[in-house]
């Protein structure tokens, strides 16, 4: 019935969202040189915003004029880009002020995207106040997947995993814990389509053992214990040898995280590179019935070969008999011309290394380069179902967030 009122939220039900601008995130992001002090000062704006309840750029105002720091030092982009004569700290703050207003905008409008791929008629999408975006989807039923859909940033990566470094990283992040003496408190593949070869899996192979069982692996099921050698190796004790490369049992995890944190606090991680968990947790047949759960974790490039902005036309479908994916889910995708020119070059210098696809960061796959890719063409599997590559791909389509934003 083309002409029947439309119910809202009131009658028929549904979703009301209350979502957040992540500021902070923002501010970083348009940075053009970031350290520690700059970080500091942010995450001191963000708190004293939260105890007061005030905006965040007055406090980011106050604070940089406390502590004698000339914002100019950080963004002097800015002043190019709005053709500024005066750029001291509250003229840059003034700019940054417009810059949350953009980011507001723009995330109405690739939200309202995502909403209408996800089929609900007549969303009520607006502002409110500074930060906030008020959404309402009267009549939707699945309100987790609506949630993730929202939330989602859709930041893609293509980054280099430096497989030669994880020795000598693992040996000096384990000496740095020893001298710290620190307590703790507490099936994915991608493939291309070349234009001039049938199987996409000749030129990226899967990383992961075809049955996911490793026949001789050493260590300790005992998972109320510490794990082996942590007096010796606090560090690398805590990952196992995998298919995808290394994991941390599922006990171990929250533990290892809060490594990560205070290694990363301390600065210790050799610069260019950083950890990167996989999307899901991974079940691994240790012998005959008997299985644990980890979850892999990479160490991949600081630089990204290739970021969403150069993706085009990604589409969910199911990939065809024959194929390496036959029956799944998959997502294709392109590149723009400047994107596929990038990936061409750098898979053909890093021929018999490993690439890891990173959305949202979180790696779904981490398969060798077996050839140079002359196109952009890819595929990206490892999806749990049909709903999960839908989504991604209708996310990656409207769009990546300038800044995360958070259902309050």
């Known amino acids: 019935y083309p002409n029947a009122i439309k119910l809202g939220l009131d009658l028929q039900g549904g979703m009301y969202v209350l979502l957040e601008l992540d500021t902070p995130t923002l501010v970083t992001k348009i940075t053009d040189k970031i350290n520690k002090k700059i970080e500091k000062i942010i995450a001191d704006s963000e708190q004293a915003s939260i105890d007061n309840n005030t905006d965040f750029f007055d406090e980011f105002l106050f604070l940089t004029d406390q502590a004698d720091t000339r914002l100019s030092k950080y963004y002097p ?155 010796e190796n606090p560090f690398s004790s805590y990952l196992i040898q995998v298919s995808e490369g290394y994991g941390v049992l599922k006990p171990y995890i929250n533990k290892f995280n809060e490594l990560l944190n205070h290694i990363e606090a301390s600065d210790q991680l050799p610069r260019g590179g950083r950890f990167v968990w996989g999307n899901s947790i991974q079940e691994l047949r240790v012998n005959e019935g008997q299985f644990i759960s980890y979850k892999p974790i990479y160490y991949i490039s600081d630089t990204p070969a290739i970021k969403g902005g150069v993706i085009r036309n990604p589409s969910a479908r199911i990939s065809p008999p024959g194929s390496q994916n036959a029956g799944q889910w998959i997502i294709s995708l392109e590149m723009n011309p400047k994107g596929a020119k990038k990936w061409s070059r750098f898979t053909g210098s890093n021929i018999g290394k490993r690439v890891a696809i990173v959305l949202d960061d979180k790696v779904y796959m981490a398969p060798y380069i077996n050839d140079q890719i002359p196109t952009g063409q890819t595929l990206i599997s490892g999806l749990d179902n049909s709903e999960e590559a839908q989504d991604i791909a209708n996310v990656l389509k409207a769009g990546e967030l300038p800044a995360p934003i958070k259902i309050i």
């Not at 002020?97 to 791929?117: G, H, M, P, T, V």
Request: no cysteine; charged share 25%; hydrophobic share 35%.
């Open 77 to 231: 982009n800015l002043r190019k880009l709005n053709n500024s004569e005066n750029f001291d700290n509250k003229a840059i703050i003034e700019i940054l002020k417009q810059s949350r207003s953009d980011a507001i905008s723009s995330a109405i409008q690739i939200l309202r995207n995502r909403i209408d791929e996800f089929g609900v008629s007549e969303p009520v999408i607006q502002k409110l106040g500074l930060n906030r975006i008020v959404v309402e989807l009267a009549g939707i039923q699945d309100s987790n997947r609506a949630r993730k859909l929202i939330q989602r940033t859709a930041s893609l990566e293509l980054s280099l995993v430096m497989d030669e470094r994880l020795s000598t990283i693992f040996s000096k992040l384990d000496n740095f814990l020893l001298s710290d003496n620190y307590q703790s408190s507490n099936k994915d593949t991608i493939t291309v389509l070349p234009s001039d070869k049938s199987n996409p899996e000749e030129i990226l192979l899967s990383s992961k053992s075809s049955n996911n069982q490793i026949d001789e692996l050493s260590i300790n099921l005992n998972l109320n214990s510490e794990p082996e050698n942590i007096k």
